[in-house]
């Protein structure tokens, strides 16, 4: 397990009129499975390359337990990065490709052969030894190319997308492969993806990229409870943004005097809660609530979505289809916003 820090870490490539990766600094503790986490273009796949030592940082810094490897070839960085498109070798078996690396190392014939039908077997490629990867379907030769870095046993495994051309099914059943290996090896896993709910399904913790800049970096319900900002509160699909003015633990805006929990952040002046925490509730009087009118419903199979107005702001709820089941589009409905779900983004 390696504890991986990058300081400033920062890559301009020739010609870009601002930086792929823009004075990044974070800690991926060992031992953690995090997820590099941003839209197309932010940045993932630079800082993953400058860690495996395939390109070289502008400027900025790359640790292993506290040692700088900017000077190690990759080769020596103890780091194996598995690629989208799992760059298997096509002409090499099933086996041969996973022993190549320890091959390379010039390990002996009986271990190479012992430990890739270590890693046939947890991988569930049992009978596909002798086949070439042109002869797998996605999801087994995803399982290859995972095999392939395992068995060289690394500190650190690096995965670009690694489920991205996966269909949805075989992406859960992958996902949860790679947290069964993530228990069961002693490696500090740091993957790539654009995709919010892989990183959230998946990661202990998430470092969201926008831009190149490293907008937070926060265990999956940290992005939820608490966004830094609005653009990463709606990255993460939070709607409902509400203006006004704070006054202490008061939010004083168009749904009136909204009560805040005691560790809403100061200098937030833009109210946000999420859609599944808005409450529906019989009676006016209790804390937070104010009345709104339903403009819209729409039913989602296990949610059924509110479109709500009050005092002409709009705003969204996610409700269960049973408390929906007898509410009409026009109605006037009670609604709650219990404190301890209510953030402010600056
Ligand atoms: N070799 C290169 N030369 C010049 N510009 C590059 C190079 N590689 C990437 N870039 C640019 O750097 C920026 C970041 O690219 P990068 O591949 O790191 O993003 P990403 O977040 O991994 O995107 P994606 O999810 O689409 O793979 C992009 O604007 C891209 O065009």
Redesign the pocket.
């Known amino acids: 397990m390696t504890d991986v820090t990058l300081e400033k870490l920062t890559k301009s490539?020739p010609g870009?009129d601002r930086p792929?990766v823009d004075n990044i600094s974070i800690d991926i503790g060992s031992g953690s499975l995090t997820a590099l986490l941003?839209p197309?273009?932010?940045?993932?796949?630079?800082v993953l390359k400058m860690i495996a030592g395939l390109l070289s940082p502008s400027s900025g810094d790359i640790l292993f337990d506290g040692r700088s490897v900017l000077r190690q070839p990759p080769d020596k960085r103890d780091a194996v990065l598995v690629f989208q498109e799992h760059l298997l070798f096509p002409y090499m078996t099933v086996a041969e490709n996973i022993g190549f690396g320890l091959k390379m190392r010039r390990r002996p014939k009986d271990e190479i052969s012992s430990a890739v039908d270590g890693m046939m077997e947890l991988m569930q490629l049992d009978g596909l030894a002798a086949r070439k990867p042109n002869q797998l379907s996605g999801g087994q030769q995803q399982r290859v190319a995972l095999a392939r870095a395992l068995v060289l046993r690394p500190k650190l495994l690096l995965l670009d997308e690694p489920f991205s051309s996966l269909d949805a099914n075989l992406r859960v059943e992958m996902q949860g492969l790679l947290r069964t290996l993530h228990a069961e090896f002693d490696t500090t896993m740091l993957f790539?993806t654009?995709d919010q709910e892989e990183a959230v399904a998946l990661a202990d913790s998430i470092a969201l990229l926008l831009d190149g800049k490293l907008r937070q970096h926060d265990t999956p319900d940290g992005f939820y409870a608490r966004p830094q900002d609005r653009s990463v509160a709606t990255f993460f699909g939070a709607k409902n943004f509400i203006e006004g003015q704070r006054q202490a633990g008061i939010f004083d805006c168009a749904f009136g005097q909204i009560r805040l929990p005691d560790n809403a952040p100061v200098g937030g002046h833009t109210l946000t809660f999420r859609p599944e925490n808005v409450k529906l509730v019989s009676e006016a009087g209790g804390i937070n609530s104010f009345p709104a009118i339903i403009k819209s419903i729409q039913f989602l199979g296990s949610q059924t979505r509110l479109q709500l107005t009050s005092s002409d702001i709009r705003f969204e709820a996610l409700v269960s289809p049973f408390s929906a089941a007898s509410l009409q589009s026009g109605q006037q409905v009670m609604v709650q916003l219990p404190p301890e779900v209510l953030w402010l983004v600056p």
């Open positions: 490539y870009a792929a941003g197309s273009a932010s940045g993932k796949s630079t790539v654009h």
